[in-house]
């Protein structure tokens, strides 16, 4: 162990770092990450791949020979019973008592409107960063059974950003390629809107017993349910019902959304977040990230095909008196209604139009606000007690993503052809025995090994068994001062922008047992794309935290005096957050 001979504690890798933009140039957006459109999505059945535009015409066709056969249908004796006997809607003398759309319902109807339209651009934009989707959590090219993006290439060091792919600028939110960072602040806070407003719209229900007009509570809504859709097939449209009772279709439409999606969207959610799924290892080994964000992106499809089917619905059976239900709160087939959608929908264009200008001049706002609004909830899952265990060798992943920018350096061109005799780790700052440990002096602190599973900000997750020394083992070595409240751990590598990359994270997870510095990976010493000589392994945030060829460890008071003060570098230029385990 080798004690340099200055003030280490004055000698920090500050001076190497660069300061963010407060404004996205597109130009030069994430290092001029060049032009990489996405493609329509195609799905895989067996080894074949379809490219889903084909379920235009598909459909298309589908809907001309379900209308045929279903006016065929109606031509029978039998099913002209079949209708007479169950017309549609269940109508019932307490729904007849309880006739009426209530006014809170009007509100929360178009303040659902708005999160959801937020929540499904900025998803799309989520999703474009891996353009993949898996069912197992190994996420190895070739093996998603959906993809927005050509094939990987086969090339050993094809990067998880290299794969990204971007969305029209109107599309996504805030559209481009790699602007997760700005999805995710939207996505987060309007998730949260969106999911107050759904517990009040539980309590008001259940409080009012408007729960009676979505909730089945007779096996006859399915008979029902095949009337209207028969009805409706044969574009001879039931009688309508719905200031008292929704027809059968409607209701287990609404119910299935309610009550079956919503919950479904909150519970996938979830089962992304690291810290989640690593507290709770025992149900994230059967339900994976990846199993997750296949779920929730199926879910995100019901939204899709439910509103466009509602609103199309709605403006084909009647307009005017559904209109009037749903934005005037009466039943009436004069103007009020109408006009109050009318501004409803110019409110929702405007927001629409808004959003993507604002966030590309507005980012660091964007950031603020969202850590403001998401940040505590994520702080606290940092408080989750974690523990290896929940995976062996046998889940280790044969593949694992590489990403970042590969240092490219001379210093590290050297250090890597002396096989790293040479490195050097850094660890000083608030701290009462600042130290220099080479490789060596690394092997010989006690030895640290967990088996666990990374979950990367853009959606791709692989398990792998890291070798090292843990984080306790440093803290107990260089004793860290009172005042030291955050660690930053500088790279060797540069970010995107320019400058080396690091990040921040608060001193109390460096006792967490699953955070070290590993120089091994899967028994071998860490290659160059994964890390070496040395990174870092945090199992409660996300993989961007996970600072790659390590060359510097300084405790710090705040991390607010380090670069452009947001606690890391892709933070500062591309506007992530501090705190991710969600």
Not at 163 to 179: A, F, M, Q, Y
Not at 244 to 254: R, S
Not at 482 to 508: K, L, M, N, R, T
Request: glycine residues 8%; charged residues 15%; hydrophobic residues 45%.
């Amino acid at each position: 162990m080798t004690q340099p001979q200055h003030d280490t504690r004055t000698t920090s890798f500050r001076t190497e770092l660069t300061r963010g933009e407060d404004r996205i140039d597109t130009r030069t957006w994430a290092g001029g990450i060049p032009s990489r459109p996405a493609i329509a999505p195609r799905f895989r059945v067996g080894r074949r791949w379809f490219n889903i535009l084909w379920l235009l015409p598909i459909g298309f066709v589908v809907a001309l020979v379900g209308v045929a056969v279903a006016q065929w249908l109606r031509t029978l004796p039998a099913v002209q019973d079949f209708i007479a006997t169950y017309p549609g809607t269940i109508i019932t003398p307490q729904a007849e008592a309880d006739a009426g759309i209530p006014w809170w319902v009007n509100v929360q109807h178009f303040v659902n409107i708005m999160f959801m339209m937020f929540i499904i651009r900025s998803g799309w934009q989520i999703l474009a960063d891996h353009p993949r989707l898996y069912w197992t959590r190994h996420s190895r090219p070739g093996a998603e059974w959906m993809r927005m993006a050509p094939p990987s290439p086969d090339d050993p060091l094809w990067t998880a950003k290299q794969d990204c792919v971007e969305l029209p600028t109107h599309l996504g939110l805030p559209g481009g390629r790699h602007t997760i960072g700005l999805a995710r602040w939207w996505h987060l806070t309007m998730d949260l809107g969106w999911l107050l407003n759904g517990i009040v719209f539980y309590v008001l229900i259940f409080a009012t017993g408007h729960w009676q007009r979505i909730v089945p509570t007779s096996w006859e809504v399915f008979p029902q349910a095949l009337s209207t859709a028969i009805q409706y097939l044969s574009l001879d449209l039931p009688a309508e019902h719905g200031w008292v009772a929704y027809n059968g279709l409607q209701l287990l439409t609404y119910f299935v959304t309610v009550f079956v999606a919503a919950p479904l969207a909150l519970i996938t959610g979830l089962g992304m977040s690291p810290a989640l799924s690593t507290r709770f290892g025992r149900i994230s080994k059967v339900f994976s990230i990846q199993l997750a964000r296949s779920l929730h992106s199926l879910v995100m499809v019901w939204f899709v095909v439910f509103i466009v089917a509602h609103v199309t619905m709605v403006l084909i059976t009647a307009a005017v008196p559904n209109l009037n239900m749903m934005f005037a709160a009466r039943d009436s087939d004069g103007p009020v209604g109408v006009v109050v959608f009318g501004v409803a929908l110019a409110i929702i264009i405007a927001a629409w139009l808004w959003a993507t200008p604002f966030t590309r001049h507005h980012p660091r706002f964007v950031q603020r606000a969202g850590d403001t609004i998401v940040g505590p909830l994520q702080r606290q899952l940092e408080r989750l007690d974690v523990h290896p265990g929940t995976y062996d060798e046998k889940d280790i992943s044969d593949y694992f993503w590489h990403n970042g920018r590969f240092p490219d350096s001379q210093e590290y061109a050297d250090l890597r052809a002396g096989g790293f005799k040479d490195y050097r780790l850094r660890v000083n700052g608030l701290v009462d025995h600042p130290v220099e440990l080479s490789l060596a002096d690394l092997r010989a602190l006690p030895y640290h090994e967990q088996i666990t599973q990374h979950y990367c900000i853009q959606g791709w997750s692989g398990i792998a068994k890291w070798g090292g020394v843990s984080m306790s083992t440093i803290v107990d070595l260089v004793r860290p001062r009172p005042e030291a409240h955050w660690v930053i751990f500088y790279s060797i590598a540069e970010g995107s922008d320019g400058g080396i990359y690091y990040d921040a994270q608060p001193i109390e997870q460096m006792s967490s047992e699953l955070t070290m510095l590993a120089y091994d990976m899967n028994d071998e010493p860490l290659s160059y794309g994964h890390g070496a000589p040395l990174r870092l392994r945090n199992e409660l945030q996300l993989g961007f935290k996970h600072v790659k060829w390590v060359k510097g460890v300084e405790f710090v008071e705040d991390f607010r005096e380090v670069g452009s003060g947001t606690g890391g570098y892709n933070n500062d230029h591309e506007y992530f957050g501090y705190s991710q385990t969600i």
